[in-house]
């Protein structure tokens, strides 16, 4: 399987495709880079699947935008992303210290990952529609990203939490 830095520049359109099941598709014309599919009543926890691995993603506590990562099989996070003060940024927190900023357009709509030293790796856009779609658009290449191949799943995570409990 080709590494996720291979779609650097290919829109990654992802999409809800049922309108009655909480599970969403990632692809890059015919090939699937990653899907999603929520585990819990509340959208508390999700279990993401990307280049044959399996995470979950899981809310620490019910009022709290902050994440936690776990590959499947494991108990412990490996990862962590929390949000800031404000809620339009938040860090996604990798093994060994290494850390990436993740932020959010308000007015657009638009995520943007980007490294501690200002490098944007991805933008994360949500598309209008009676179903839930959008487009992820890897812009650079960086080993993180291969490392992780899970990032793309956890921003479509943090964003449909985003918006349910905005709702509410």
């Given at each position: 399987?080709?590494?996720?830095?291979?779609?650097?520049?290919?829109?990654?359109?992802?999409?809800?495709?049922?309108?009655?099941?909480?599970?969403?598709?990632?692809?890059?014309g015919?090939?699937?880079?990653f899907?999603?599919q929520?585990?819990?009543?509340?959208?508390?926890?999700?279990?993401?699947?990307s280049?044959?691995?399996v995470?979950?993603?899981?809310?620490?506590?019910f009022?709290s935008?902050?994440?936690?990562i776990?590959?499947e099989?494991?108990?412990?996070?490996?990862?962590?992303y929390?949000?800031?003060?404000w809620?339009?940024?938040?860090t996604i927190?990798l093994?060994r210290?290494?850390?990436?900023?993740?932020?959010y357009?308000?007015?657009?709509?638009?995520?943007?990952?980007?490294t501690?030293?200002e490098?944007?790796?991805?933008?994360?856009?949500r598309?209008?529609?009676?179903?839930?779609?959008?487009?992820?658009?890897?812009l650079?290449?960086?080993?993180?990203?291969?490392?992780?191949?899970?990032?793309?799943?956890?921003?479509?995570f943090?964003?449909?939490?985003?918006?349910?409990?905005?709702?509410?």
């Amino acid at each position: 399987m080709k590494p996720l830095s291979h779609y650097k520049g290919t829109p990654i359109e992802w999409r809800q495709p049922s309108f009655f099941k909480r599970t969403f598709e990632a692809t890059a014309g015919e090939e699937k880079i990653f899907s999603l599919q929520f585990s819990s009543l509340f959208k508390l926890e999700a279990v993401a699947e990307s280049f044959g691995k399996v995470w979950r993603f899981k809310n620490t506590k019910f009022f709290s935008n902050d994440v936690d990562i776990r590959e499947e099989g494991f108990e412990l996070p490996f990862a962590k992303y929390s949000t800031s003060i404000w809620k339009m940024s938040g860090t996604i927190e990798l093994p060994r210290g290494e850390r990436l900023q993740c932020n959010y357009g308000m007015w657009k709509g638009i995520y943007t990952v980007s490294t501690e030293s200002e490098l944007n790796l991805l933008t994360f856009e949500r598309r209008f529609g009676f179903k839930e779609k959008g487009i992820v658009t890897l812009l650079e290449y960086h080993p993180t990203i291969d490392a992780h191949p899970w990032i793309p799943a956890l921003i479509l995570f943090i964003d449909i939490q985003r918006r349910a409990k905005s709702s509410s």
